[in-house]
């Protein structure tokens, strides 16, 4: 969404999609709150304001959906913009929680209330989910097959997994 070229692509694919299904893509998006769209703002040169409004325009041609993409503080004094993704070997959910509040808020200040999620590096763990239930999340898209440290290992072999786009309840 950052970038303007793949906004643009973007924007026509949404478009295009409805044309021919009759029914709106779902798109899981970041952000401005999640630090690695904040290095994107600062790559490609657009505001915060400006991505709002992109993705405003978006939500009137997609659902919008939550990308959890969450990172602990850098500690590289040679490289401010060094992130570092929270997984299960630095798991810190009071970042993630405090992250999640400020995306949400962000999210209904816009008008927007997903209810779909996809975990950034399909990530998760019992307290992101019971968090993501409490923001109103219904659907996710995180479980993959043949991964490890993956959330539906938990609950279901990977060769029970349904293939690609087919829903199933855990």
């Given at each position: 969404?950052?970038?303007?070229?793949?906004?643009?692509?973007?924007i026509?694919?949404?478009?295009?999609?409805?044309?021919?299904?009759?029914?709106?893509?779902?798109?899981?998006?970041?952000?401005?709150?999640?630090?690695?769209?904040?290095?994107?703002?600062?790559?490609?040169?657009?505001?915060?304001?400006?991505?709002?409004?992109?993705v405003?325009?978006?939500?009137?041609?997609?659902?919008?959906?939550?990308?959890?993409?969450?990172?602990?503080?850098?500690?590289s004094l040679?490289?401010?913009?060094?992130?570092?993704?929270?997984?299960?070997?630095?798991?810190?959910?009071?970042?993630?929680?405090?992250?999640?509040?400020?995306?949400?808020?962000?999210?209904?200040?816009?008008?927007?209330?997903?209810?779909?999620?996809?975990?950034g590096?399909?990530?998760?763990?019992?307290?992101?989910?019971?968090?993501?239930?409490?923001?109103?999340?219904?659907?996710?898209?995180?479980?993959?097959?043949?991964?490890?440290?993956?959330?539906?290992?938990?609950?279901?072999?990977?060769?029970?997994?349904?293939?690609?786009?087919?829903?199933?309840?855990?």
């Amino acid at each position: 969404i950052a970038n303007e070229s793949i906004f643009d692509k973007l924007i026509d694919f949404c478009k295009k999609f409805f044309d021919y299904t009759h029914a709106k893509v779902t798109l899981c998006v970041t952000t401005p709150y999640c630090p690695q769209t904040q290095l994107q703002l600062d790559e490609f040169n657009i505001t915060t304001q400006e991505y709002t409004k992109r993705v405003k325009s978006v939500s009137e041609l997609a659902e919008i959906g939550y990308h959890g993409h969450f990172f602990t503080p850098s500690t590289s004094l040679s490289n401010k913009h060094a992130l570092v993704p929270i997984n299960h070997l630095n798991y810190n959910f009071q970042l993630i929680s405090e992250q999640m509040h400020a995306e949400f808020k962000w999210f209904r200040e816009q008008g927007m209330n997903p209810i779909t999620y996809v975990a950034g590096w399909w990530f998760l763990t019992d307290d992101i989910i019971a968090e993501l239930e409490g923001f109103g999340i219904r659907v996710d898209c995180s479980i993959r097959r043949n991964h490890t440290n993956s959330f539906g290992e938990k609950f279901v072999e990977d060769n029970k997994i349904p293939q690609r786009g087919e829903p199933f309840i855990l």
